[in-house]
Nanobody, 117 residues
Framework: QVQLVESGGGLVQPGGSLRLSCALSGNIFNMYNMAWYRQAPGLQRDLVASITSGNSANYADSVKGRFTISRDNAKNTVYLQMNSLKSDDTAVYYC???????????WGQGTQVTVSA
């Protein structure tokens, strides 16, 4: 029932910017805490940023000051604004939804972000 559809990935030069979007369908969006994870080749899937239904945000140290997570409850969408991109940011980025009460967990399909000159 719950689906997460991601968009906005692509190829960008170092220092550039990209904005990822993730739209939730099939349930009430503000019942979910949302997050972005990423996974580079050969590495674990790591938390990049999270945001609660009350708009409390947290960031991994590696992206703090460069990335901004936000949500638009009216559009059932969470965003990740990525600035000052570095080659180390290259990864598949995954949207995640965690239900506040049931703790059910859902994943998007992933979107590739490649930072390269």
């Amino acid at each position: 029932q719950v689906q997460l559809v991601e968009s906005g990935g692509g190829l960008v030069q170092p220092g550039g910017s990209l904005r990822l979007s993730c739209a939730l369908s099939g349930n009430i969006f503000n019942m979910y805490n949302m997050a972005w994870y990423r996974q580079a080749p050969g590495l674990q899937r790591d938390l990049v940023a999270s945001i609660t239904s009350g708009n409390s945000a947290n960031y991994a140290d590696s992206v703090k000051g460069r990335f901004t997570i936000s949500r638009d409850n009216a559009k059932n969408t969470v965003y990740l604004q990525m600035n000052s991109l570095k080659s180390d940011d290259t990864a598949v980025y995954y949207c995640n939804a965690l239900h506040r009460y049931t703790r059910n967990n859902y994943w998007g399909q992933g979107t590739q972000v490649t930072v390269s000159a």
